[in-house]
């Protein structure tokens, strides 16, 4: 017989009752012990009732987790619910920390914990809640990356987004960091836009690159006026820059920025990894390109033994999508990876990852980061 490595459980029930459910589904499945347990929650639970109700039935080495405003389970949209995910596998070995997003916070830990974690295959999972310097703890971010340290993650910008590491049935707020060695992460960006007009340039930004000030030498602003003419004092007043990021071409890539709102001046306020000299294109959703893109991956990637597929979606991209849209996405997911693969996720308001080349994190608010577990 086979030994399973992973496992996951959905709980849809309320209060505590969730989290006993969740504890005795991973039970059935690994009914002597269990390594490790990173949980999901909406924010319609307590965290600490969570943590205490599986410390107790389960008794992991290891217990994670974090709010998410909508959760993903074998190709379901959650919109109220806890997914555990247990991982048995026999050489993972997983440290975590929730940390306060200020200076030099996650830096000291990392350098710490990386002395402990020796050998050259090592992973980190990031989740910022959105409580303090998020440029910061990115940049410090981009350290690591130096380093040769596989990252992904995501974050929120509203503020109230909390996370939590079991220590004494306690639960933290801040940013989650968990740090693997012993597994195998394959991450990649799932496509699902094509580019309107001509490109442009970007000439100017501001502050640490949230602040796109001149498009082509004039009034960042001024691009969608270009394109949306009539439209445009429409578009603007109802603050509809969402619905159409900007896509960075690089190295033969598409990467996504999305813009969150204008200022008086005419610059765009945005989210995502943008430089001066950049050339960029408006976009168009296009689902169906989105599917493309993962079946190209999948294939590419060939067929794998048993894992989980963790996937990291768009709260804006569905915002854009109708909700039946929304659903029918990640139900094609699902028919696409193979049956040997776990399928949850969850949703945030951006995601990240390394960029090996050139050593620094990337970040896409309105794209779906998917990453393969094994």
């Known amino acids: 017989m086979i030994e399973k490595k992973f496992a996951i459980a959905l709980s849809e029930k309320s209060g505590e009752d969730a989290a006993k459910e969740i504890s005795l589904k991973i039970k059935s499945v690994f009914p002597r012990a269990v390594k490790y347990v990173i949980v999901f929650f909406t924010p319609h639970y307590q965290a600490h009732n969570i943590a205490k109700t599986l410390q107790f039935t389960l008794n992991p080495e290891g217990l994670f987790g974090i709010t998410s405003p909508l959760l993903i389970f074998e190709g379901r949209l959650i919109e109220k619910g806890i997914i555990a995910w247990a991982i048995n596998k026999r050489e993972a070995r997983l440290k975590g920390a929730v940390l306060k997003e200020s200076p030099g916070q996650l830096d000291s830990w990392l350098g710490n914990t990386l002395k402990e974690f020796k050998g050259k295959k090592k ?34 910008i509203k503020k109230g987004t909390a996370t939590y590491l079991q220590i004494a049935n306690a639960a933290s707020e801040g940013a989650l960091n ?11 960006r799932l496509e699902g836009y094509l580019p309107l007009g001509k490109p442009f340039v970007i000439t100017k930004i501001l502050g640490k690159s949230e602040i796109i000030a001149e498009i082509n030498a004039e009034p960042a602003i001024n691009i969608y006026r270009h394109y949306l003419q009539e439209k445009f004092e429409t578009f603007k007043n109802k603050r509809l820059f969402l619905y159409y990021p900007l896509g ?16 008086e001046d005419g610059s765009l306020v945005c989210t995502g990894t943008v430089k001066e000299g950049d050339s960029a294109q408006i976009l168009l959703l296009h689902p169906d390109s989105f599917l493309e893109s993962l079946k190209k991956e999948l294939n590419a ?25 929304a659903e029918e996405e990640l139900r094609w997911v699902r028919k696409y990876l193979s ?16 960029d090996k080349k050139n050593k620094e994190i990337e970040i896409e608010a309105a794209s779906s980061l998917m990453t393969l577990w094994t």
Do not use: H, W
């Not at 990356?145 to 974050?155: C, E, N, R, S, Y």
């Not at 990637?301 to 849209?325: C, D, H, Q, Y």
């Open 123 to 156: 992973n980190l999972l990031s989740l910022f809640s959105g409580q303090g310097q998020r440029l910061q703890c990115l940049k410090e971010l981009n350290s690591a990356t130096a380093q040769g340290l596989d990252i992904i993650g995501a974050g929120y």
């Open 178 to 188: 968990i740090i693997s060695k012993g597994l195998n992460i394959n991450a990649f």
């Open 248 to 263: 960075i071409e690089e190295n033969g890539k598409t990467r996504l920025v999305s813009i969150r709102d204008y200022l």
């Open 301 to 325: 990637m060939g067929k794998s033994s048993e894992g989980v597929a963790f996937m990291i979606n768009s709260l804006i991209r569905k915002k854009i999508l109708t909700p039946a849209a």
């Open 339 to 354: 049956e040997q693969f776990l399928f949850l996720g969850i949703y945030a308001d951006y995601s990240f990852l390394a």
